[in-house]
């Protein structure tokens, strides 16, 4: 059988006059457009995509829905919203384009983030009866609030890049990881060269299979292309443009088979459990 993979987290940047940057943000890219993507994950079995609105458009889902648009429903995506400010309609013509999650960055740009327990109840009551869920990016120290938190929630939680866990010495951090992963949480397998050097880097594999081991129906992979610059919530000021990291994305595709040998292990983190999670029927 054909394995249709899903690459569950990379975004789209497109051109500054069409498609500003918010202010405050942590970084300023080039354009990355869709062709540029499926150029960079040729050679892999990857079919379908998650479009996640990146921190540097803030709350502007414009060059996500357009991109959404483009691929069809080869695509889903994940946007950025603000609670208070949503219209009565707005999440039915989202879902309508395809979207089917809301991101909340508290990691990216730490002048305009909140506590999670003020932001993420608003966020649920929004969502109800929509099917979404709520995608986290956080601080592990942040983990214990959210396990706290998650009973209270009817909408799934999605926790991006491993949790931020360091895999070099995740003790710490595994604890509230396991509670969140046993009421019912989600983990990307995504951004490994964000908490270590790559997806060889010390303890990565392990704490991959780690985190599948407690959830494997609940696992999913993502390449975090186009790989932005590091930024653990620093706020950048002007116009200077600063390059990706050069990274193979094919490579981190590919990274999955020494993580998880068995091959139906990998289909249903890189086929299956996403199509779940974000409504692909096949």
């Not at 709350?59 to 829905?65: E, K, Q, S």
Request: net charge negative; glycine share 8%.
């Amino acid at each position: 059988m054909t394995l249709r993979a899903v690459d569950c987290h990379m975004h789209i940047f497109g051109d500054q006059a069409r498609y500003p940057f918010a202010e405050p943000r942590s970084y300023t890219v080039a354009p990355a457009d869709v062709d540029a993507y499926w150029k960079a994950v040729a050679g892999t079995d990857i079919d379908r995509v998650v479009v996640v609105q990146p921190s540097a458009y803030a709350t502007d889902n414009a060059c996500t829905l357009d991109a959404l648009d483009r691929l069809g429903d080869r695509a889903r995506g994940v946007v950025v919203i603000d609670a208070e400010t949503v219209a009565d309609g707005d999440l039915a013509r989202l879902h309508e384009r395809r979207v089917r999650g809301v991101r909340v960055n508290l990691r990216s740009v730490r002048a305009v983030a909140r506590p999670v327990v003020e932001v993420l109840p608003k966020l649920d009551r929004l969502l109800t009866g929509s099917g979404w869920h709520i995608q986290v990016f956080c601080d592990p120290d942040v983990l214990t609030d959210l396990a706290a938190l998650q009973d209270r929630l009817s909408a799934p939680l999605v926790l991006d890049h491993f949790g931020a866990i360091d895999p070099s010495n995740p003790v710490r951090s595994l604890e509230p990881m396991t509670r969140l992963l046993d009421g019912g949480a989600w983990v990307k397998l995504s951004g490994s060269y964000r908490i270590s050097t790559g997806p060889h880097g010390e303890g990565v594999a392990d704490l991959a299979r780690t985190l599948h081991a407690r959830a494997p129906e609940r696992t999913v992979w993502a390449s975090d292309w186009p790989h932005t610059p590091n930024h653990a919530g620093v706020t950048a000021s002007g116009d200077t443009v600063v390059p990706y990291q050069k990274l193979d994305t094919a490579g981190l595709y590919h990274a999955v088979t020494d993580w998880f040998p068995n091959e139906d292990a990998r289909r249903a983190v890189l086929q299956d459990n996403p199509g779940r999670l974000y409504g692909w029927p096949d």
